[in-house]
């Protein structure tokens, strides 16, 4: 079984630009989390889809954004890129279902010049 | 609100020695808690986990994890360090709601690297 796939995996922008990441979850996951992780704030909960729908919303500003294809695949945007919005970003699926447990992509590594 | 406190961002054991990692939650609702391992430039790998039922849970590569309620705290173990398991490690809780269920949303601990020496 396939694992979650995330692309691109690195990728470089400059200030004020906007970049598009892509996430393929595991056949027959309904959910698909986003998190940012950086050496500063450490692992921080950007959003969650299921069904199409953004069921959670993390603490970011309206230049984060996602959405969910019926295929279940996601993509998160970030506009008006930042230095600070240089990280890793993970997605996650899961079944959506009561465990909790998420799988996780290798990430797209974002550097923002 | 959740939050995950974990006690010292870099433990350093000799290969066989016992690993232990703290973790420690605060949440007002009995929580979901998970240990996740992440590699150099990988993403993310689930350990263990603990739902309810048995408060000692046994995960992949002889780790375990116990939850105590009254310390609100859900530390690691491994018996013997092995090199393989220098890595980072992060302890999360999940957001459980009134339903009784558990979605997408991880509120993740600072994280601790574990280095081990030969």
């Known amino acids: 079984k396939a694992g979650v796939t995330q692309t691109p995996r690195y990728l470089i922008k400059t200030r004020g630009q906007q970049v598009t990441l892509s996430c393929s979850p595991i056949?027959?996951?309904?959910?698909v989390s986003w998190y940012q992780q950086t050496p500063g704030q450490g692992l921080q909960f950007l959003f969650e889809?299921?069904?199409?729908?953004?069921?959670n919303k993390g603490n970011f500003p309206g230049r984060f954004s996602g959405r969910q294809f019926s295929n279940s695949r996601s993509e998160m945007n970030v506009s008006t890129l930042e230095l600070g919005d240089s990280a890793l970003y993970l997605c996650?699926?899961?079944?959506?279902?009561?465990?909790?447990?998420?799988?996780f992509g290798e990430g797209s590594r974002l550097t923002v010049l | 609100a959740q939050s995950v406190t974990q006690l010292g961002s870099h433990v350093s054991v000799s290969e066989g020695a016992l690993v232990l990692l703290r973790c420690n939650y605060s949440?007002?609702?009995?929580?979901?808690l998970f240990w996740y391992v992440q590699y150099p430039n990988q993403g993310l790998q689930l350990l263990l986990k603990?739902?309810?039922?048995?408060?000692l849970v046994k995960g992949i590569n002889g780790f375990e994890a116990e939850f105590k309620k009254s310390e609100t705290s859900f530390h690691l173990t491994k018996p013997s360090a092995h090199m393989s398991d220098a890595a980072e490690y992060f302890c999360?809780?999940?957001?459980?709601?009134?339903?009784?269920?558990?979605?997408?949303?991880?509120?993740f601990g600072q994280g601790t690297i574990l280095t081990v020496h030969p």
């Open positions: 949440s007002s609702v009995p929580p979901y």
């Open positions: 056949s027959g996951h309904r959910s």
């Open positions: 996650a699926s899961s079944l959506g279902l009561s465990s909790g447990e998420l799988f």
């Open positions: 603990y739902t309810t039922g048995a408060t």
């Open positions: 999360a809780v999940s957001r459980i709601n009134a339903g009784g269920t558990s979605y997408g949303k991880l509120t």
């Open positions: 889809y299921f069904s199409e729908t953004q069921r």
